[in-house]
């Protein structure tokens, strides 16, 4: 087992420990449910579950790892021809009950590929995570990404404003040109290179997902209490359409996991437990509502 695998699969998994913890905390009722399971050709995860909270309608802190054999459709995605792989990964999506609290999203990953003599032959660090708020309140943007740039500075003051740019672009329904929320950081395929050891990688891979908490967990404090209306819930259930679609059409895990036989109740836990879609819905102008798609179309620097 290679260093970099046993410290990020133990890693992991007290981050899930940790992340569930704060939010059972911030909750202050529900409690999540241990959902273990195995995968066929190697490994398996733990699916966390938390539903029906104080605060939390539906929420999902994952941790897996899996190995075997490189599934056909990854092949060739890597342009690798019959190798074994191994992955380990964190991914957690929260949708509150209350439209004043955002959604949120995060994933953090390791994966190495071996050749045909079980020698790695390529390794990488992947994640992000990303605010998908209902209502802007702009002091929780600006607190949400300064609390991922603070973590991603003393690894470099440019990962912050680059990964700022690929999570705005890739979070993104390109078939409404909106983005899905308000952004984060995203990065992947981040290598061993001239500049960087994987260890490296590993400590702003990590450093990254140690920050969730305090960039999540106050933002939900402020708002949980404040009080909503059912035009609110209504304008909720919209923008949970909009993030259902992305997740759908767009997301490359989601449809990697569905194509490739992955387990589809952890795979669509990141769907919201309710829906809506209004047609040809368009918000009243200067209204709340509207103010929040003006930053949805053009993504903003929040700090």
Known sequence: MSKQKE????????????????LE?????????????????GGGGKTRILRNGTVIEKGGVNTSVVYGELPQLMQERLNASEAQFFACGISLVIHP???????????????ELYDENGDVKDAWFGGGADLTPYY???EDAVHFHQTLKSACDPFGEELYPNYKKECDTYFRNT??????????????????????????????TTAVG????????????????????????DWQGIRRGRYVEFNLIHDRGTLFGL??????????MSLPATAS??????????????QLLEVLVTPRDWV
């Open 175 to 204: 078939h409404r040109d909106e983005s899905r929320g308000i952004g984060g950081v995203f990065f992947d395929y981040l290598k061993a290179d001239e500049q960087h050891t994987l260890d490296d990688w590993m400590a702003f």
């Open 97 to 111: 009950k209350n439209p004043m609290v955002p959604t949120v999203h995060a994933n953090f990953r390791f994966f």
């Open 25 to 41: 905390k911030v909750d202050g009722g529900g409690k999540f449910v241990e959902d273990a399971w195995e995968r066929p050709g």
């Open 259 to 268: 194509k490739t036989n992955g387990r589809i109740e952890s795979i669509l």
């Open 136 to 138: 802007l309140f702009e």
């Open 210 to 233: 140690d920050s969730f908490i305090q960039a999540y967990c106050p933002i939900v404090a402020r708002r949980k209490a404040l009080p909503y209306n059912q035009r609110a819930l």
């Open 277 to 290: 879609w209004e047609y040809n819905h368009h918000p009243e102008e200067g209204s709340p509502e509207a």
């Open 7 to 22: 410290q990020f699969t133990t890693f992991i998994h007290e981050l899930q420990d940790r992340i569930c913890a704060a």
